[in-house]
């Protein structure tokens, strides 16, 4: 077969199939993090352009987290009452305004304030996204609708961190007033051409037959087995949001300026744009179990390489390509099967608590690198991060021969189910 009749079918492969809607949600989500400056240089701005110390640059990304974490709970509960569409309106909208006011903060009180809000209004819109896939992608496809949408924000992720160190150069309030723009270009997106995709909205325009019971916040919580895999993806997310901060401290101090660290972070977009359709196709039929486990060895063992960069922006970047390759593999597999579990009048809520894992991360993780970069150095806190990325493994696997409950092994999803499978 001709290499052009073989790559026409495998790009059929990879986008064909998924529904219009889906594409212009992916296209709010491209626009939004080309302009998504400001979280990645947070740190980096605290620390180098406003003299601050690390470890209040790492308070203030915990307090953006700890934000984030309220943001994921009632986003995901706002998102199955009050609908996928106006809660993302809404939180981008509340998103644009308050990265710009960050901007023109003074003071250690209103900078940690504003980063709450910014924290608080950014995560909410992640719930929805999220369901909006799992509502309208059929689940065959739903990895691969996940791939790509997590494919996008690290297109706009990549080329971002690039031109943000650039912009960084000559002043950083650029940065703030150019996220807030990106953000409100992706909330016009949305409303002019993303619909409501609520179960109960669809139900009642196909006036079909009474849809499942709503399933409340407090049954996601009492789901064991779900909550299992967001307690072990919280030791991941905590490695993973030291891409973010602590690293960004840890090459400042090594004399690394912000345009090389934003060439260095920025190869993790780039990766991920290259590899992650390619790596996404050679998964397909791959055991959950042992994806995620090489996930968390990869991540965490590639950030632990840290400990031996040393003043080398090119060892830092070899660390980065290491850990970026289980991300690769990490989350598409893990929203598949978040979506897999989550009941369809319930997919805000579940999606909300997974994010819950990610937003307690960018919580408790700065906070912590931050203060063990300060007082215990760099090899403490590159170390821990490959053990939580080994415990991790440990866990998948644990969770991966660990047997279904017999009341419920024949009703799990075909994702959760091969996760119970030895």
């Known amino acids: 077969m001709p290499a052009a009749v073989r790559l026409r079918s495998a790009a059929r492969e990879t986008v064909g199939g998924l529904p219009g809607p889906f594409w212009w949600l992916w296209t709010s989500t491209l626009v939004n993090r080309l302009g998504g400056f400001v979280v990645t240089f947070l740190a980096l701005y605290l620390t180098a352009d406003r003299g601050y110390s690390p470890a209040y640059a790492g308070l203030v990304a915990s307090l953006f987290g700890l934000g984030s974490a309220v943001a994921a709970v009632g986003g995901g509960v706002l998102t199955d009452r009050w609908g996928r569409r106006p809660t993302l309106l809404a939180a981008q909208s509340g998103t644009a305004v308050s990265t710009a006011v960050l901007g023109f903060c003074d003071g250690r009180v209103t900078i940690a304030a504003t ?31 996940y791939s790509l949408n997590y494919w996008a924000i690290n297109i706009g992720f990549g080329v971002s961190a690039a031109v943000a160190g650039l912009i960084a150069a000559h002043g950083y309030l650029a940065l703030f007033l150019l996220d807030a723009a990106s953000t409100l270009a992706c909330a016009v997106v949305i409303f002019v051409r993303i619909p409501e995709t609520r179960p109960e909205r669809a139900a009642a325009v196909a006036e079909a037959a009474p849809a499942e019971p709503r399933v409340g916040l407090g049954a996601v919580f009492r789901d064991t087995r779900f909550m299992a895999l967001v307690a072990v993806n919280l030791l991941l997310a905590v490695v993973v949001q030291q891409g973010s901060t602590t690293l960004a401290v840890d090459m400042g101090r090594e004399g690394i300026s912000a345009g090389r660290y934003g060439l260095v972070i920025g190869l993790n977009g780039l990766l991920i744009v290259l590899l992650q359709l390619p790596v996404t196709r050679l998964m397909a039929g791959r055991g959950r179990t042992g994806l995620l486990v090489v996930s968390s060895l990869l991540t965490g063992w590639g950030f632990g390489l840290t400990a031996l960069a040393g003043g080398s922006a090119g060892f830092y970047a070899l660390t980065v390509a290491v850990w970026t390759v289980g991300e690769i593999m990490a989350a598409p597999t893990m929203m598949g099967l978040v979506a897999e579990l989550s009941p369809a009048r319930a997919r805000g809520r579940y999606q909300g608590v997974y994010s819950l894992s990610w937003s307690l991360a960018s919580f408790v993780g700065p906070a912590a690198g931050g203060f063990l970069l300060e007082h215990a150095g760099g090899r403490v806190v590159w170390g821990g991060c490959a053990v939580f990325g080994t415990a991790a493994a440990v866990a998948f696997l644990w969770l991966g021969r660990r047997p279904a409950p017999a009341a419920v092994a024949e009703d799990l999803p075909v994702g959760a189910a091969e996760l119970s499978r030895s």
């Not at 999220?130 to 992608?137: G, L, Q």
């Open 115 to 145: 980063a709450f809000v910014v924290g608080l209004a950014s995560n909410a819109s992640r719930p929805a996204v999220s369901a909006i896939i799992a509502d309208i992608v059929p689940a065959e496809h739903r990895v691969r609708a």
